[in-house]
Structures are given as C-alpha cells and as structure tokens.
C-alpha cells in the first residue's frame, strides 16, 4: 500500500513568514494528493489538491508544488497570519479513488 | 451546502459497552467515508460506500465494528464490546464520485473515550 511521510512535524514561524511543508509518497501509481487544514475540535478541511498531471497549483497565499519523479510534493504558504496556525496534513491516493494514505501532520504556528 | 455532520460530537462510555455513531453526508454525494485518528497521527481509512454498497474495508476494522448506509444516505458505525483502544476521534467525510470526480469533505468527527 501506500506509505506517506509528512515533515517537519512543527513549524514556528513568524507572522508574515512563509512556510514549506514537505511530504514524499511510495506509490507511483497515486496521482491525486490534497493537503488538509484541521483547526482543534474540527475535522479536516480541504484547502487545496493538485493531480499528477500539473507540476505547480496556486490559490491566492497558498500554493502545492509535486514532483512525480522524485514522488515527493510540499504546500508554500506565504504571508503568513496568525489563523494559519492549524495542523496541516498531505494525502496521496487515485484520483477516481476509494481512500486516502495520510501524512502524520505538521503543526505550523504563526506568531503575531 | 450543509456540509457533513455527524452525531454525537463527543460520547464517553466503559469499556464493554456498545456505541453507534451516525454520519449524514452532503445531500448529493454518493461516496461515504470513514476513517479513524488518534491522537498526533493522520486520519486512517476504515472503510467505504458508493451508494447503498460497502465496497471495501479496511483490516483496522475488527469483527467488532459494522457499518451500514441503509438506502445510499445517512451512515452509522458501531463498536460492540469497546475496548481501550477504541478511543479515537472517528470521521465521516463524503464525496461525489463518478465522472464528476471530486475531493472529499469531513464532518467534525465523534470523539469516543472509552473510561
């Protein structure tokens, strides 16, 4: 099956910062991969996804680059704000998928 | 677009006993999800519907757990004889699959704490 590693499992970063969260998985044949926000007591919530076909995805201070080759994909935000501070998870799976491997998190705090 | 709700939020119950957990997803989506988290570690895939029809499952789920999605809409999920170990945080998401693929969308989960 698919095995996900996600790092750093922290992240302190100053408001205004940018912050990088990389994470590498073993299937060659996943070409889906969302990244998830989860606030405490809330569950994940989509922030943003590319497929294997698009090397680079940008939404506004968010952006998720993957390399097929090196099977490896990492999330960017820039400008950072205090409500980013969140736990930030990968995934990789199918697109036409019936599940998801996850990542283990990243806590990114952001100081004022 | 009500999002995925799940009932309770949070149940507290002794080891041995039973719980049921249910799942009402998106209105239109025919994909239903569950997975489990524990506590520092990502959401792990239990298992899976596509309508009414449970199409896989994961070997994290024991005999002890079942789930149903009677008539392709709401899902329960229900832990018999619960043990320590049980206690996670237990999350439903759905999505609409077909040729309209698309993302999955989380509830806030039930939290079970086994005393």
């Known amino acids: 099956g698919e095995n996900v590693e996600q790092h750093p499992s922290t992240l302190s970063v100053q408001e205004g910062d940018s912050a990088v969260i990389k994470c590498t998985y073993s299937?060659?044949?996943?070409?889906?991969f969302p990244w998830y926000k989860q606030e405490l007591g809330k569950g994940p919530q989509l922030i943003i996804d590319?497929?294997?076909?698009?090397g680079e995805k940008k939404d506004q201070r968010i952006a998720v680059t993957l390399n097929k080759t090196a099977k490896h994909f990492s999330l960017h935000i820039t400008e950072t704000q205090p409500e980013d501070s969140a736990v930030y998870f990968c995934a990789a799976g199918k697109y036409n998928f019936n599940k998801f491997y996850f990542g283990s998190g990243t806590k990114l705090n952001v100081k004022p | 677009d009500t999002g995925v709700s799940q009932d309770p939020r949070h149940k507290i119950t002794k080891r041995g006993q039973n719980v049921t957990f249910r799942c009402d997803p998106i209105?239109?989506?025919?994909?239903l999800y569950w997975y489990r988290q524990t506590l520092g570690q990502g959401p792990e895939f239990l298992t899976y519907f596509q309508n009414e029809a449970q199409l896989e499952k994961s070997r994290l789920l024991s005999d002890r757990f079942s789930a149903e999605r009677p008539k392709g809409s709401f899902s329960t999920l229900e832990i018999q004889r619960t043990e320590q170990g049980d206690s996670a945080m237990y999350l439903c998401a759905s999505s609409l699959g077909g040729q309209l693929n698309q993302p999955q969308h989380f509830g806030d989960g039930t939290r079970l704490s086994i005393l």
């Open positions: 299937d060659s044949a996943s070409n889906y």
């Open positions: 209105s239109e989506h025919n994909r």
């Open positions: 590319i497929r294997s076909n698009v």
